[in-house]
């Protein structure tokens, strides 16, 4: 009985280490360029959302391709992390910062976003996948590169959108990208709804 109970305790120890290297490692390995160990992180129909785009994890994959990986001009930054485990299926919350290097015309900006990750995973005979990564963006900033420019600020056309993506979005519609509708569930309020579906799952 007491062998028993502790090897289901080990296994459950070890369940969620395993997810919480998948979450420690994502933001390296997108930020370094190695790319193909990042799809490895997914579930074969695994799925990403961010402030620019919402669809299949490949499709983000081969955008990530298109960009300067291993430039440093973007930096995911893991804060740790908590799991819940439940047979094959598991949810993750977890902190990121999320730090680049932008362009609104020819000011050069540092864009910043404090966010706290959603993940649901899936044990597949390759080990723990992300089957869904949803990020909340609880604040943001926008910081000038050269003190000494100008930069003019009007945040008035995304007052509907979280106030912690609002800076994000600004500058990805200056860049000339339009701000797909899902951020506007990329707060607490709106993913309520999506979480509660998740929680059950997890327990399906």
Request: with cysteine.
């Given at each position: 009985?007491?062998?028993?109970?502790?090897?289901?305790?080990?296994?459950?120890?070890?369940?969620?280490?395993?997810?919480?290297?998948?979450?420690?490692?994502?933001?390296?390995?997108?930020?370094?360029?190695?790319?193909?160990?990042?799809?490895?992180?997914?579930?074969?129909?695994?799925?990403?959302?961010?402030?620019?785009?919402?669809?299949?994890?490949?499709?983000f994959i081969e955008n990530a391709r298109k960009s300067q990986p291993g430039s440093g001009l973007a930096q995911h930054i893991y804060g740790g992390g908590v799991v819940e485990v439940a047979g094959d299926r598991a949810l993750a919350q977890s902190r990121m910062l999320?730090?680049?290097?932008?362009?609104?015309?020819?000011?050069?900006?540092?864009?910043?976003?404090?966010?706290?990750?959603?993940?649901?995973?899936?044990?597949?005979?390759?080990?723990?996948?992300?089957?869904?990564?949803?990020?909340?963006?609880?604040?943001?900033?926008?910081?000038?590169?050269?003190?000494?420019?100008?930069?003019?600020?009007?945040?008035?056309?995304?007052?509907?959108?979280?106030?912690?993506?609002?800076?994000?979005?600004?500058?990805?519609?200056?860049?000339?990208?339009?701000?797909?509708?899902?951020?506007?569930?990329?707060?607490?309020?709106?993913?309520?709804?999506?979480?509660?579906?998740?929680?059950?799952?997890?327990?399906?």
């Amino acid at each position: 009985m007491t062998a028993a109970v502790g090897t289901t305790l080990d296994r459950s120890i070890l369940d969620r280490m395993e997810i919480l290297e998948v979450l420690a490692g994502w933001g390296v390995l997108r930020d370094s360029g190695q790319l193909d160990l990042l799809g490895e992180c997914f579930a074969p129909d695994g799925v990403m959302h961010t402030s620019g785009s919402s669809g299949p994890a490949s499709r983000f994959i081969e955008n990530a391709r298109k960009s300067q990986p291993g430039s440093g001009l973007a930096q995911h930054i893991y804060g740790g992390g908590v799991v819940e485990v439940a047979g094959d299926r598991a949810l993750a919350q977890s902190r990121m910062l999320v730090m680049s290097r932008k362009k609104v015309g020819r000011i050069a900006v540092d864009l910043t976003g404090f966010v706290l990750m959603f993940d649901r995973f899936v044990r597949t005979p390759q080990g723990w996948r992300i089957l869904e990564r949803f990020p909340l963006y609880e604040r943001d900033r926008l910081d000038l590169v050269d003190r000494a420019d100008s930069l003019d600020i009007d945040l008035s056309p995304f007052a509907a959108y979280p106030q912690g993506l609002q800076h994000i979005a600004f500058v990805q519609r200056a860049g000339g990208r339009e701000v797909p509708a899902n951020v506007l569930s990329m707060s607490a309020d709106g993913f309520a709804a999506t979480h509660a579906e998740w929680r059950r799952w997890l327990q399906g």
